[in-house]
Structure formats: C-alpha cells, structure tokens
C-alpha cells in the first residue's frame, strides 16, 4: 500500500439522489461531504486502517468514496457512514479499505533497496544463520506489499544470488490492508502498464510469461512467496520474528504516535542481527529510538542498537 | 504530439495503397509492408505506434504473426487487426494475444480513425502520467538523499552528544578535565 492512485474521475461522481445538471452541460454535481461526516470517516478510516486523515483534506474522501456511495445509492455521506457501520458481512468495510488505500507501487521501485539486500543483507543474514546452530529458515517480510510488486522484486533477487539450491529456507511473506491488492499479489498477474515499469526486458521474459493482455509471474518466482491480509495497527506477535522487514512508504499515512507503535512493534519483530529497510523519503528521527541507521553505499538501513 | 506511425499490412494492393493514402491524409505517418514477413523485418528496425495488419496473408506469418512480433518487439506498439467477414473468432484470438482493436472488411474509415484517435488519447494520457512519475522519482530521489543524509547526521550527533554526556557525568575526574575532554571530543 503506497501513495496515491486517486485516479476517480471528479467528472465520474455523478448522483442519482442531488438534482441533475441540466442535459447537455456534461457536467454533474458531486455529493459534498460536511464537516461532522467528515469526522465520523475520519475517526471510522483510522479505526479500521491506522491511515490518518487531516480534516482539511475532504476532497480525498470525495474521490475515493464518492463512488461508493452512489454505488449503494445513498444521498449524504452521513447516511453511507450509516451504511459502512451497520453492514455486517463487512463487504462494504473492505470496499471502502481498498478505495481509501492507495497501492501506487513497482517493481523495483528504487533501485537502492534492492542492491542493498543483494550485496550487504543476504549475505550477512546467510552469514548470520550459518553461524547459529539451529537451522532455521531466512524470513524476509514485505509489510505493506500492496499488489506484490516489492515482494517479488525481493524474490527475483533471491533467486538470482542463491539459485536454486538455497531457496527452501527461505520464509518470504507479503502482508497488506487492502483485500484486493493482496488478491493481485497472491495471483500475480500484471497489466502492460505495471510491467512497463521498473522491470527491465530480461527480467520481464526470464520471470514472467504472457498470459492475454497481462503477465504472469511464472510459478519458480511466485511458489516463493506467500501473501495474506493484515492489518498493520494489529498485535505483531503471531507473526514471528523476522531476519529482512520491508516497511516502505506506508508508515507516512499515519500520526506520529501511530508511526510509534508501529515502528515499535517492528523492532520487537526484529531479529537481533536483523534488518528494516523504511522508504526513502522516511526517517525514524523521533520516531524510534531503538534503531540505528546505518549506511551501505546509496542506502540506509536499520538495525537495533 | 507527434503524428502516429503507423505500420499498414496487406498483401492486397489496392487497399494497401488506400488505406496508407487515407491515413496520410488525415495526419497520420503512414509506412506500408506487402505481407506478414516484410512487416515482421520492419517491425525489428523501428518502432511503430500502431500496427494495422490484415489477419490472413500468404507467405507464412499471418496477421497474428505480426501481432506476436510487435508485442515482442515492444509492448507499446498497438495492433489493429483488419479481419473478413465472419472471422470474429479470429479476432477474439488476437484480443487475447494482446491486439487493441479489430476491424472488419470493408475498413469504415470513420471506424479507423476513431479508434486511431483512442489510441492517440490513450498516448496522450499516458505521457502525461509517465512525466508525472519522472518528476515525482525525481523529487522522491533529491529528497530521499536529504533525508538519508539528515537522518546519518542526526544519529552521529547523538551518538557524540552521548559520549559527552559520559565524559561530563565521570566522577573520577576534576571537573576542568572533563570539561577539557568534552570539549576535545
């Protein structure tokens, strides 16, 4: 789950329920939403996702909801609001996770990361595990991996240093929010815009096969990988600890104290030895105070002190 | 924009000719190949945004052919495949192989330049959105490195501002010689 993809066309929200623009104008009125609606999605959004949502920044909540809600044919926000809560199935809670949630995001997005783990991370984590005397599998977590881009990226890596003799010990998972991205990663079938990007030609024909207008991830790569749904402002404790964590660029939807626990929660899941890389534009100065950066060449990592 | 180049396959003449005419008449940067085998050698010398290509053509590589190796040559390039009367099942079969569009004969040249147009939109939009993302990486880069340069930084002087810390709290020192050390330090 990263960044933007707020791609709902304004010109989209059209209502069935507000009076109609006259025809011919094209144009057709959006269902505002006030200010009391806009607290109640706020503190709802934060509740079931961690994603903060600054008051002034309504017009989010119109993009990414406003299809929805004339999807269930509903004339205010207050009345969707309603609507979301009452629903028990709770079909309409993922909805409105994965319209709220943005799953901008590439293979290899940042190329650094990815040198980073092939010349310094995986061979001190081999290293590290060679020199335990409990065998124990080498486990690499992508903790908002959104459509699956970033875990396999990481697998292709892997696969490329070790080959294939190494790769049984390999433990590597993607988690997520969003239900509909976890369904693309785990299916792991890209359109010609998402493979066009970050993933050089060779890659693409040694790792993917066309499959119609898209490209399958072929089984070698995607048989290393395992994806489920989970939800970041959870307890971490069923999940182990981990050698490699992936945190990239999603810790920046959430307050400052969110951003706290999380990254807290991270470092309890953390082997001793192990390594948390955080996205680029990140910084955990004053965040967390139980890690040390510490640079390889163009990219910082992160280890416990 | 620039004009689309379009590639037109057709192992027919005339409506080869026409079709490249029509296409150059209406803005468009028309080449032209005589069948499947010749289009296949072009499309490895250049890129083509759109390749316009009879399904059925003599000579061994047929209008999927050409399709599979404009996709291979790059996956931007476009297909449009033109199909007889009463060969949709074909047509069906390029879809899923990844053409754009199908066309049936006679070409609706009206019906040709819509699709054209969609393609150009498509274009359009998709620069727009390829701009965006450089500047957005290029922005997301410069600041990464501030970032990751404060963030270095700010854990060095907390690390020095520890060691004074320990310097000045020492007890087994005069206070002037920690004071001297911290300083040094």
Same mark, same amino acid.
């Given at each position: 789950?990263?960044?933007?993809?707020?791609?709902?066309?304004?010109?989209?929200?059209?209502?069935?329920?507000?009076?109609?623009?006259?025809?011919?104008?094209?144009?057709?009125?959006?269902?505002?939403?006030?200010?009391?609606?806009?607290?109640?999605?706020?503190?709802?959004?934060?509740?079931?996702?961690?994603?903060?949502?600054? @008051?002034?920044?309504?017009?989010?909540? !119109? %993009?990414?909801?406003?299809?929805?809600?004339? @999807?269930?044919?509903?004339? %205010?926000?207050?009345?969707?609001?309603?609507?979301?809560?009452?629903?028990?199935?709770?079909?309409?809670?993922?909805?409105?996770?994965?319209?709220? %949630?943005?799953?901008?995001?590439?293979?290899?997005?940042? @190329?650094?990361?990815? !040198?980073?783990?092939?010349?310094?991370?995986?061979?001190?984590?081999?290293?590290?595990?060679?020199?335990?005397?409990?065998?124990?599998?080498?486990?690499?977590?992508?903790?908002?991996?959104?459509?699956?881009?970033?875990?396999?990226?990481?697998?292709?890596?892997?696969?490329?240093?070790?080959?294939?003799?190494?790769?049984?010990?390999?433990?590597?998972?993607?988690?997520?929010?969003?239900?509909?991205?976890?369904?693309?990663?785990?299916?792991? @079938?890209?359109?010609?815009?998402?493979?066009?990007?970050?993933?050089?030609?060779?890659?693409?024909?040694?790792?993917?096969?066309?499959?119609?207008?898209?490209?399958?991830?072929?089984?070698?790569?995607?048989?290393?990988?395992?994806?489920?749904?989970?939800?970041?402002?959870?307890?971490?404790?069923?999940?182990?600890?981990?050698?490699?964590?992936?945190?990239?660029?999603?810790?920046?939807?959430?307050?400052?104290?969110?951003?706290?626990?999380?990254?807290?929660?991270?470092?309890?899941?953390?082997?001793?030895?192990?390594?948390?890389?955080?996205?680029?534009?990140?910084?955990?100065?004053?965040?967390?105070?139980?890690?040390?950066?510490?640079?390889?060449?163009?990219?910082?990592?992160?280890?416990?002190? | 924009?620039?004009?689309?180049?379009?590639?037109?396959?057709?192992?027919?003449?005339?409506?080869?000719?026409?079709?490249?005419?029509?296409?150059?008449?209406?803005?468009?940067?028309?080449?032209?190949?005589?069948?499947?085998?010749?289009?296949?050698?072009?499309?490895?010398?250049?890129?083509?945004?759109?390749?316009?290509?009879?399904?059925?053509?003599?000579?061994?590589?047929?209008?999927?052919?050409?399709?599979?190796?404009?996709?291979?040559? +790059?996956?931007?390039?476009?297909?449009?495949?033109?199909?007889?009367?009463?060969?949709?099942? +074909?047509?069906?079969?390029?879809?899923?192989?990844?053409?754009?569009?199908?066309?049936?004969?006679?070409?609706?040249?009206?019906?040709?330049?819509?699709?054209?147009?969609?393609?150009?939109?498509?274009?359009?939009?998709?620069?727009?959105?390829?701009?965006?993302?450089?500047?957005?990486?290029?922005?997301?880069?410069?600041?990464?490195?501030?970032?990751? +340069?404060?963030?270095?930084?700010?854990? +060095?002087?907390?690390?020095?501002?520890?060691?004074?810390?320990?310097?000045?709290?020492?007890?087994?020192?005069?206070?002037?010689?920690?004071?001297?050390?911290?300083?040094?330090?």
């Amino acid at each position: 789950m990263v960044r933007n993809a707020s791609a709902t066309s304004m010109a989209n929200n059209g209502s069935a329920n507000l009076p109609r623009a006259p025809l011919g104008r094209g144009m057709k009125k959006n269902i505002k939403i006030k200010p009391d609606e806009i607290q109640l999605f706020a503190k709802y959004i934060h509740g079931v996702s961690g994603i903060h949502i600054e @008051a002034s920044k309504a017009y989010l909540l !119109e %993009t990414r909801l406003g299809r929805l809600l004339e @999807a269930e044919g509903c004339a %205010t926000y207050g009345e969707f609001y309603q609507k979301v809560k009452t629903d028990r199935s709770e079909a309409l809670e993922k909805k409105v996770v994965d319209a709220i %949630t943005t799953n901008e995001t590439l293979f290899f997005r940042d @190329a650094n990361p990815f !040198e980073l783990l092939r010349h310094k991370i995986i061979p001190e984590v081999i290293d590290y595990h060679a020199s335990r005397t409990i065998a124990a599998p080498i486990r690499i977590w992508s903790a908002a991996c959104s459509t699956g881009q970033e875990v396999y990226s990481i697998a292709i890596v892997l696969k490329e240093l070790l080959g294939r003799a190494n790769l049984v010990n390999i433990d590597l998972m993607g988690t997520d929010l969003s239900d509909a991205a976890v369904k693309q990663a785990s299916y792991g @079938a890209y359109n010609k815009f998402e493979i066009e990007r970050g993933l050089p030609k060779n890659q693409l024909q040694r790792y993917f096969f066309s499959s119609g207008e898209n490209w399958k991830v072929k089984d070698d790569i995607r048989s290393m990988a395992t994806f489920r749904k989970f939800n970041l402002m959870q307890p971490f404790s069923a999940l182990g600890k981990f050698d490699i964590i992936f945190c990239r660029n999603v810790a920046i939807y959430f307050t400052l104290e969110d951003r706290k626990k999380l990254f807290n929660k991270i470092a309890d899941a953390l082997e001793p030895n192990g390594f948390l890389i955080i996205g680029s534009t990140e910084s955990l100065t004053g965040v967390c105070p139980r890690f040390v950066p510490k640079r390889h060449l163009k990219s910082i990592f992160y280890q416990l002190r | 924009m620039q004009a689309l180049k379009v590639l037109v396959v057709d192992d027919d003449p005339v409506s080869r000719s026409l079709l490249s005419k029509k296409l150059q008449k209406a803005g468009y940067d028309p080449e032209t190949a005589e069948d499947g085998v010749e289009a296949v050698r072009m499309i490895a010398g250049q890129f083509y945004d759109v390749v316009l290509t009879d399904l059925m053509m003599p000579g061994g590589v047929d209008g999927i052919g050409v399709l599979e190796s404009a996709k291979e040559s +790059n996956l931007k390039t476009e297909v449009v495949l033109i199909t007889a009367h009463g060969t949709i099942d +074909n047509a069906i079969t390029a879809m899923k192989k990844g053409a754009v569009d199908y066309l049936q004969k006679p070409i609706n040249f009206d019906e040709l330049f819509l699709r054209l147009e969609k393609i150009q939109n498509l274009r359009h939009l998709m620069k727009n959105a390829n701009d965006l993302r450089e500047a957005m990486e290029v922005t997301e880069q410069a600041s990464g490195e501030t970032i990751q +340069n404060l963030e270095m930084a700010v854990a +060095n002087l907390e690390s020095r501002l520890e060691s004074v810390r320990g310097i000045l709290s020492r007890q087994d020192i005069p206070a002037e010689e920690r004071i001297e050390q911290a300083i040094q330090h």
